[in-house]
């Protein structure tokens, strides 16, 4: 069993940053992917940005290349999001998730995790 918890959401003008963290415990698989989605109110949970199993590739959304950076600190168990330059459009619940990918799932799929955090709001004021 994993536990995921998110920290680091916030109200923030827009062109701010944040970064969120998650804490992972229990027994997190070195072959596991770590992920965030977000989730803003009337739209479907989209991925943003994952890091592959061993932490060797990492994957971002057209929405937020160049602007996050998702990054895997194995000694602390942390997953973080550096979200820089922020968008109204970037206002969401974000959840972190971790799990196998399964042949044929993609990261960005949330179907694809099985462990998920309860989520940290971020809004961005214009």
């Known amino acids: 069993q994993v536990q995921l918890v998110e920290s680091g959401g916030g109200s923030v003008q827009a062109r701010g940053s944040l970064r969120l963290s998650c804490a992972a415990s229990?027994?997190?698989?070195?072959?596991?992917?770590m992920a965030w989605f977000r989730q803003a109110p009337g739209k479907e949970r989209e991925g943003v940005a994952a890091?592959?199993?061993?932490?060797?590739?990492?994957y971002d959304a057209d929405s937020v290349k160049g602007r996050f950076t998702i990054s895997q600190d194995n000694a602390k168990n942390t997953l973080d999001l550096q979200m820089n330059s922020l968008k109204p459009e970037d206002s969401a619940m974000y959840y972190c998730?971790?799990?196998?990918?399964?042949?044929?799932?993609?990261?960005?799929?949330?179907?694809?995790?099985?462990?998920w955090g309860q989520g940290t709001q971020v809004t961005v004021s214009s």
């Open positions: 229990g027994y997190v698989y070195s072959s596991y992917y």
């Open positions: 998730a971790a799990g196998l990918i399964g042949y044929g799932s993609r990261w960005y799929e949330p179907s694809a995790f099985g462990y």
């Open positions: 890091i592959g199993s061993g932490g060797g590739t990492t």
